[in-house]
């Protein structure tokens, strides 16, 4: 069962910011919150992962709260190329774990 | 660098039939991984390869299920006989052998298995 609960979809206009939530509340210490997309007919794409600070890379910021039990998946400025399913996963290692993807959050683009 | 790469694309059998699914992964990734996504439902992890081993079999559904993966190179996934609830969505993805590392998954873009 998936560690992490997402609104099941949303909506955000061409060039505004999309704040996707994750609530991971059960979240051990050592396990990282992963983002990952699947824009349609595409296998699933990674976008940023996390342990407790804040991150940001070329795609997306991942904002994680204090006490780690929820994080935001912030696209600065959305495009129509990001309308896509995204999945907020938690794992300790690939070596250990199982990517469980969950049924995400679908993002609906809009001109 | 390529991607993963998948083949074939597409794949329409008959219910019975025998089907072999190859995954390329990137060059000098020793993690190969299979998934798949049954129509209407979560994506789901299969197996796990570490180079040529077996690491984690835990997701394949049964011993119509078989995946190869030697030399530690490209991977095949075989379904025989193949059965109707088998269609839907069969991904690979690679990473970087991991040590202490969080390397991300690289996923392939999918072959789509259609069992009629």
């Known amino acids: 069962d998936a560690k992490t609960t997402q609104p099941t979809s949303m909506d955000c206009a061409e060039g505004r910011a999309a704040n996707l939530p994750c609530n991971h509340s059960?979240?051990?210490?050592?396990?990282?919150v992963y983002w990952y997309r699947q824009i349609h007919s595409q296998g699933p794409q990674y976008i940023i992962h996390g342990l407790k600070n804040n991150e940001t890379n070329e795609m997306a910021s991942l904002i994680i709260t204090e006490d780690r039990k929820s994080s935001t998946l912030i696209l600065p400025h959305a495009t129509l190329r990001d309308t896509a399913v995204y999945y907020c996963?938690?794992?300790?290692?690939?070596?250990?774990?199982?990517?469980?993807f969950g049924t995400g959050t679908r993002l609906q683009v809009f001109p | 660098e390529a991607g993963v790469t998948q083949f074939p694309s597409h794949s329409v059998i008959e219910k019975g039939q025998t089907v072999t699914l190859r995954c390329d992964p990137i060059s000098g990734h020793d993690n190969l991984y299979w998934y798949r996504r049954v129509m209407g439902k979560e994506i789901k992890f299969l197996l796990h390869?570490?180079?040529?081993?077996?690491?984690?079999e835990s997701g394949m559904p049964n011993n119509r299920f078989l995946a190869e993966r030697t030399g530690g190179t490209y991977s095949t996934l075989k379904v025989q006989p193949a059965e109707l609830e088998d269609s839907g969505v069969y991904f690979c993805a690679s990473s970087q052998a991991q040590g202490q590392g969080v390397s991300p998954l690289h996923f392939g873009n999918g072959t789509r298995l259609t069992v009629t």
């Open positions: 996963i938690v794992l300790l290692s690939y070596n250990t774990d199982k990517l469980i």
């Open positions: 059960t979240i051990s210490g050592n396990e990282y």
């Open positions: 390869f570490v180079k040529e081993s077996k690491q984690d």
